[in-house]
């Protein structure tokens, strides 16, 4: 079975703080892909990242950083000096490399304070 | 032309009535898929079209159908509407075949039963 778990629904942090958002993942395929989509309000999924399960590289964009390790079948994304612009809801997908669809999680908004 | 666009943005429908949910996609991108997303919850995969075929379908009744046009554009059409269907729609679209790449999303149409 496949399946994403992102066990925080909401997280609420004054700007300029960390912040790490968790994703765990389940899937028997020794071949997959992982994404972090942000969704703002306006409700357009706008990619993030993506990571193949062969790459355990962590990935340094900006303030943004991914954190993907296969022995706890995680792939939790940390955002440096938060911006109220960063608030949104963020969803971590999977999808084996043989499918044709994304697995989501449920989600986890994200609320900056300035 | 780039990016996803769809219309209308948000519907009102009867209970049993139909609907048609409408997408254009960018130029080459060959495959597009349909997710269903409920109020505070991860999408849900319904369908993917490939070259004006379907090639994927998630766990969603036949009264769920699509289309896909040469010119990139494609439908999702919602018969005997049931008040669990409402929910936000998004179109997404790949050049690829496959989910392995992610996608582009459209902002989605919020489609309210009654």
């Known amino acids: 079975a496949q399946k994403v778990t992102q066990a925080q629904t909401e997280i609420s942090v004054v700007e300029k703080e960390d912040v790490t958002l968790d994703c765990v993942y389940e899937t028997r395929d020794t071949t997959y892909y992982l994404f972090w989509y942000k969704q703002p309000p306006s409700g357009e999924l706008v990619f993030l990242i993506r990571?193949?399960?062969?790459d355990e590289q962590n990935e340094i964009s900006g303030r943004y950083s991914w954190n993907f390790q296969k022995s706890t079948s995680s792939f939790n994304f940390t955002i440096t000096a938060s911006h109220v612009v960063d608030s949104a809801v963020y969803f971590c997908?999977?999808?084996?490399?043989?499918?044709?669809?994304?697995?989501w999680g449920a989600g986890t908004k994200l609320i900056i304070k300035p | 032309e780039t990016g996803v666009t769809q219309s209308p943005t948000h519907l009102i429908k009867t209970r049993g009535q139909q609907v048609t949910l409408r997408c254009s996609s960018q130029s080459g991108h060959n495959t597009v898929s349909w997710y269903q997303q409920a109020l505070g919850q991860g999408p849900q995969f319904i369908f993917q079209y490939y070259r004006e075929e379907e090639n994927g379908r998630g766990n969603f009744p036949p009264r769920f159908s699509g289309l896909q046009f040469p010119n990139y554009s494609s439908e999702l059409n919602v018969n005997a509407l049931e008040l669990d269907d409402s929910a936000l729609y998004l179109c997404?679209?790949?050049?690829?075949?496959?989910?392995?790449?992610?996608?582009?999303f459209g902002s989605g149409t919020r489609l309210t039963v009654v």
């Open positions: 990571r193949n399960s062969f």
């Open positions: 997404a679209s790949s050049p690829w075949l496959g989910a392995r790449y992610g996608y582009t």
């Open positions: 997908a999977l999808t084996p490399g043989s499918n044709y669809q994304l697995i």
